[in-house]
């Protein structure tokens, strides 16, 4: 089956560091894929759209320049929280369309991401 | 615009229990919907999903869902819950297959012996 992996699982980081976090599908080709934001015992939302070899598109109210996006091969898909605060600690979690036929989307397992 | 509505933001059901968790939807045209499962600390894990045909819709784990238009509704049904059920569900929407959805709150099911 379809596999989307993120990597690292977890990170814990101290404030005004960055944090680069990557998304990948193992066994098929994704020209799209989403991020999506959740934080404790709340529900997922979506914060931006990847595409590959195009600017991403945000949500609105999610900041592009402190949340970067790249996608930069069919695979791969990065976020990078830049100069990250506190009320930046959260569960993001990465999705990933399937180019094929059904044209289905896959999650990744999540990144816990803590700021000190 | 679309909306996911899970009324029940916690549920508990002794194991053996069926199962019934809410969700109604809002959009102007048939839905993609989908059921999710997440435990603690993890990602998300699809139960099944409505595309079209059938509104009765199987998926793993014994899961099952049923798509009323009439009530705008998908609700998701176990015969007998195990322990092992305990999880937060989330129903989600989407406007065409592959594209990103929109979630529910999620309901917390907690089973009890």
């Known amino acids: 089956g379809a596999v989307v992996s993120q990597h690292p699982s977890w990170v814990i980081c101290k404030s005004g560091t960055s944090v680069k976090i990557e998304c990948r599908s193992l066994?098929?080709?994704?020209?799209?894929m989403f991020w999506y934001r959740q934080f404790p015992k709340q529900s997922l939302m979506l914060m931006a759209t990847?595409?590959?070899?195009?600017?991403?598109?945000?949500e609105q109210g999610v900041e592009k320049d402190k949340f970067l996006i790249n996608h930069a091969s069919l695979t791969l898909s990065t976020l990078t929280v830049t100069s990250a605060h506190p009320e930046d600690s959260s569960f993001y979690i990465c999705?990933?369309?399937?180019?094929?036929?059904?044209?289905?989307?896959?999650f990744g397992p999540g990144t816990r991401l803590t700021v000190l | 615009a679309q909306s996911v509505t899970q009324p029940d933001i916690h549920i508990t059901v002794s194991e053996g229990a069926s199962l019934e968790l809410r969700c109604n939807y809002s959009?102007?045209?048939?839905?993609?919907l989908f059921w999710y499962v997440q435990s603690p600390g993890q990602g998300l894990q699809l139960l099944l999903k409505?595309?079209?045909?059938?509104?009765l819709v199987q998926g793993i784990k014994g899961f099952e869902a049923e798509f009323k238009r009439s009530q705008s509704s998908f609700n998701l049904r176990k015969p007998s819950v195990h322990w092992s059920d305990a999880a937060e569900y989330f129903c989600?929407?989407?406007?065409?297959?592959?594209?990103?959805?929109?979630f529910g709150k999620g309901t917390s099911l907690l089973v009890t012996p």
């Open positions: 959009y102007g045209a048939t839905p993609y």
């Open positions: 999705s990933a369309r399937d180019d094929g036929e059904y044209n289905e989307q896959f």
């Open positions: 989600a929407v989407g406007a065409v297959s592959g594209y990103a959805l929109n």
């Open positions: 066994d098929f080709q994704a020209t799209t």
């Open positions: 990847s595409n590959e070899g195009s600017k991403a598109t945000y």
């Open positions: 409505y595309f079209s045909g059938d509104t």
